[in-house]
Nanobody
Framework: QVHLVESGGGLVQAGGSLRLSCAAS????????MGWYRQAPGKQRELVAT???????NYADSVKGRFTISRDSAKNTVYLQMNSLKPEDTAVYYC?????????WGQGTQVTVSS
């Protein structure tokens, strides 16, 4: 079982920045990957960014150049730095971790970007 605890969401004006954190209950190197997904009202959950155990990253086209995923192995924490935020980035952001057998989700953190 992997427990994920997210933090860092909030309300920000368009053009502003936020940093989300996701602390895992086990070593992040024991996970195949970690990532961030988001779900806006009335929409399906979508991938935002992922990082593998080897450090490879992947981003949704809509956030490339604005968001950066990173990790601190000493803290078993993955971060999502979000810059140049837009109103369409408003959503609940969920941390995800994957092993060979299972996928785990955090409780979600709300990000609201005002215009």
């Amino acid at each position: 079982q992997v427990h994920l605890v997210e933090s860092g969401g909030g309300l920000v004006q368009a053009g502003g920045s936020l940093r989300l954190s996701c602390a895992a209950s086990i070593s992040i190197f024991s996970l195949n990957s970690m990532g961030w997904y988001r779900q806006a009202p009335g929409k399906q959950r979508e991938l935002v960014a992922t990082i593998t155990s080897s450090g490879s990253t992947n981003y949704a086209d809509s956030v490339k150049g604005r968001f950066t995923i990173s990790r601190d192995s000493a803290k078993n924490t993955v971060y999502l730095q979000m810059n140049s935020l837009k109103p369409e980035d408003t959503a609940v952001y969920y941390c995800n971790s994957r092993t060979v057998l299972r996928s785990y989700w955090g409780q979600g953190t709300q990000v609201t970007v005002s215009s």
